[in-house]
């Protein structure tokens, strides 16, 4: 059974940091695409980043290059977002996702077929 559980939401202020991280558990990494999305109150969801688990293929979502980092260990069949300089527009409920395609497809969220549950970040001004 193919499970994903975030971790490491939390609370900082503007311009502060965290790492979220994605737990993939009833597959192993390497032969599919982690994406995380976020969605702020009212508003749709949407790609932040994704990584093809075999080769290490990244992409980011303009708001988010340069500061955010996706990264993954397929020993330890993680995958992590690392986010600093964060500004209260980061403000979301974080998702990671997953397909075994290897489709990094941002703007299309159907691609992905596995959804965690969710890690809420806020950021303070």
């Known amino acids: 059974q193919v499970q994903l559980v975030e971790s490491g939401g939390g609370s900082v202020q503007s311009g502060g940091s965290l790492r979220l991280s994605c737990s993939a558990s009833?597959?192993?990494?390497?032969?599919?695409?982690i994406a995380w999305f976020r969605q702020a109150p009212g508003k749709k969801r949407e790609g932040v980043s994704c990584i093809t688990t075999a080769d290490g293929d990244t992409d980011y979502a303009d708001s988010v290059k340069g500061r955010f980092t996706i990264s993954r260990d397929n020993a330890k069949n993680m995958v992590y977002l690392q986010m600093n300089n964060l500004i209260p527009e980061d403000t979301a409920v974080y998702y990671c996702?997953?397909?075994?395609?290897?489709?990094?497809?941002?703007?299309?969220?159907?691609?992905?077929?596995?959804w965690g549950q969710g890690t809420q970040v806020t950021v303070s001004s």
């Open positions: 009833g597959f192993t990494l390497g032969y599919d695409a």
């Open positions: 996702a997953a397909n075994f395609f290897r489709l990094c497809v941002l703007r299309d969220e159907q691609v992905f077929d596995y």
